[in-house]
T-cell receptor
Framework: QKEVEQNSGPLSVPEGAIASLNCTYS??????FFWYRQYSGKSPELIMS????GDKEDGRFTAQLNKASQYVSLLIRDSQPSDSATYLC???????????????FGQGTILTVHP | SAVISQKPSRDICQRGTSLTIQCQVD?????MFWYRQQPGQSLTLIAT?????????ESGFVIDKFPISRPNLTFSTLTVSNMSPEDSSIYLC????????????FGPGTRLLVL
């Protein structure tokens, strides 16, 4: 079983629709969860971080975390063609007594928003 | 978030040679990391660059192949040694521990092609 697994893509949605990206993780010790967006030829940029169960909203983006189900998702409302990119789920397990554990990434989901 | 730069941005190298990649941050950060992203793949952590001590390498990565330095809290280098075509990848540094605490932010990456 992969440590971090994302829903297989690519995902294609029409402009204005809701895009739903899903991620599951295997390590119950995971503490922090991140969504990064990566445009082709660019480095990952942070979209959202979430630490507690429930929803976290930032503009058109909503991250949802359910630690009991080991599941984290990202919803993009009113999807735009500029949202077309690869979305990476990353999970951070705090190593030892430090606050800065390593990030483990999922394989990424390619999202295409078509006009 | 911190401003991160990497040099070189891209390079084409001959097999058997070595390349040193620099990562510079505009503010002091606690943690610096080095990742590899192979073509069409997600990110894999190579090592954590520790200031004043030896880097901490992930499984499958060794110091002889990927020596890392971190002389201070704003700078790190990764060397890819004795390169082969399999080393052709994007190499990314990331930082954490600034104002965003454990959130990791990525540099622009170094695109390496080994012939």
């Amino acid at each position: 079983q992969k440590e971090v697994e994302q829903n297989s893509g690519p995902l294609s949605v029409p402009e204005g629709a809701i895009a739903s990206l899903n991620c599951t993780y295997s390590d119950r010790g995971s503490q922090s969860f991140f969504w990064y967006r990566q445009y082709s030829g660019k480095s990952p940029e942070l979209i959202m971080s979430i630490y507690s169960n429930g929803d976290k909203e930032d503009g058109r983006f909503t991250a949802q975390l359910n630690k009991a189900s080991q599941y984290v998702s990202l919803l993009i409302r009113d999807s735009q063609p500029s949202d077309s990119a690869t979305y990476l789920c990353a999970v951070n397990k705090r190593a030892g007594g430090t606050s800065y554990g390593k990030l483990t990434f999922g394989q990424g989901t390619i999202l295409t928003v078509h006009p | 978030s911190a401003v991160i730069s990497q040099k070189p941005s891209r390079d084409i190298c001959q097999r058997g040679t070595s390349l040193t990649i620099q990562c510079q941050v505009d503010s002091q950060v606690t943690m610096m990391f080095w990742y590899r992203q192979q073509p069409g793949q997600s990110l894999t952590l190579i090592a954590t660059a520790n200031q004043g001590s030896e880097a901490t390498y992930e499984s499958g990565f060794v110091i002889d192949k990927f020596p890392i330095s971190r002389p201070n809290l704003t700078f790190s280098t990764l060397t890819v040694s004795n390169m082969s075509p399999e080393d052709s990848s994007i190499y990314l540094c990331s930082v954490a521990g600034g104002l965003g605490k454990e959130t990791q932010y990525f540099g622009p990456g170094t695109r390496l092609l080994v012939l």
